[in-house]
């Protein structure tokens, strides 16, 4: 089994498939656009956001009319940071799960293999950069101890701290570990969390 890359920049991605498929390829946090579904959530645009400004972020969608469509809204909607175009080749074919072909005929991001990911995204420069060393201290455990899952109000609580950082708030526990850890660590998270306490 070959090691998996770390690279500094998220990647977004149009579906689940598609973050599978590449997380069989990258260490990497990974993003999902749901298809067309980003124009209808400003919330996750403003994530994508925050991962421009801070680590960058990797756009790889397909090579498709709909990809290059939802790669230009999130281009347009980005004016500070900085993106990484990734661009998968025109390939046709049809992927295993599927019964049909899409309308084009071209394979997706999860139809692509290993070596050709891996290809596009260093064409791109996303390993370029050296990784920054984090102590992915947050973890579902953490989030526990501080109430925000298993307690009788953490749903409750758990959306008031998506709100005040302005993050989706259908964020799974994983994923909110994930963005966590590269916004903040876990001393940091438990001082934000008390001094809200104290405020409420």
């Known amino acids: 089994m070959t090691e998996k890359r770390r690279i500094c920049p998220a990647i977004v991605v149009e579906g689940k498939y598609d973050k599978i498929r590449l997380d069989a390829v990258v260490d990497a946090v990974i993003l999902v656009t749901d298809g067309f579904q980003i124009y209808r959530r400003p919330d996750q645009m403003?994530?994508?956001?925050?991962?421009?400004?801070?680590?960058?972020?990797?756009?790889?969608?397909?090579?498709?009319?709909?990809g290059f469509q939802i790669r230009g809204y999130i281009k347009g909607a980005i004016q500070k940071g900085k993106l990484y175009h990734v661009y998968i080749p025109g390939i046709h074919g049809k992927e295993r799960r599927k019964r049909l072909a899409s309308s084009e005929g071209?394979?997706?991001?999860?139809?692509?293999?290993?070596?050709?990911?891996?290809?596009?995204?260093?064409?791109?420069?996303?390993?370029?950069?050296?990784?920054?060393?984090r102590p992915d201290d947050i973890t579902p455990a953490l989030l526990y101890d501080y109430g925000l899952t298993g307690a009788p109000d953490c749903c409750e609580r758990r959306r008031a701290l998506l709100s005040a950082l302005r993050l989706p708030t259908?964020?799974?526990?994983?994923?909110?570990?994930?963005?966590?850890?590269?916004?903040t660590c876990a001393a940091e998270l438990g001082s934000f969390l008390a001094e809200r306490e104290a405020k409420t």
Do not use: K, Q
């Open 170 to 183: 259908h964020l799974s526990v994983r994923g909110l570990c994930e963005v966590l850890n590269t916004m």
């Open 46 to 66: 403003d994530l994508l956001r925050h991962y421009a400004e801070t680590t960058g972020l990797v756009i790889l969608t397909d090579a498709d009319a709909a």
């Open 106 to 133: 071209l394979l997706g991001v999860e139809g692509m293999d290993n070596a050709t990911l891996l290809e596009a995204l260093a064409r791109a420069g996303v390993f370029d950069e050296e990784p920054p060393v």
